[in-house]
Nanobody, 122 residues
Framework: QVQLVESGGGLVQAGGSLRLSCAAS????????MGWYRQAPGKQRELVAA???????NYADSVKGRFTISRDNTKNTVYLQMNSLKPEDAAVYYC????????????????WGQGTQVTVSS
């Protein structure tokens, strides 16, 4: 079984910064992509940013130039540096690990973290 543990959420003023971390643990041989999604009240969950094992990144248009995703493959950890935060960035942020292959396994699965709240005051 694989677990994703997130940290770093909280309350910040508009224009401020936060750094989210997500560590994957368990039987992990490889993870294809790791990313961050967010869900605000009354809205669908949306992709914020993702990074592949080779370092290729993808960002939502709304966060380009403000957020930076990075990954430490040796620690199976993904980070999201969020700068110039806006009230519309407030949401529960979820970590995702895509196409996780366990040691000795042939199948793969996707996993989600429990979510961390980001609140941005105006």
């Amino acid at each position: 079984q694989v677990q994703l543990v997130e940290s770093g959420g909280g309350l910040v003023q508009a224009g401020g910064s936060l750094r989210l971390s997500c560590a994957a643990s368990g039987s992990i041989f490889s993870i294809n992509a790791m990313g961050w999604y967010r869900q605000a009240p009354g809205k669908q969950r949306e992709l914020v940013a993702a990074v592949t094992s080779s370092g290729k990144t993808n960002y939502a248009d709304s966060v380009k130039g403000r957020f930076t995703i990075s990954r430490d493959n040796t620690k199976n950890t993904v980070y999201l540096q969020m700068n110039s935060l806006k009230p519309e960035d407030a949401a529960v942020y979820y970590c995702n690990a895509d196409h996780v292959i366990p040691y000795g396994g042939r199948s793969f699965a996707d996993y989600w973290g429990q979510g961390t709240q980001v609140t941005v005051s105006s």
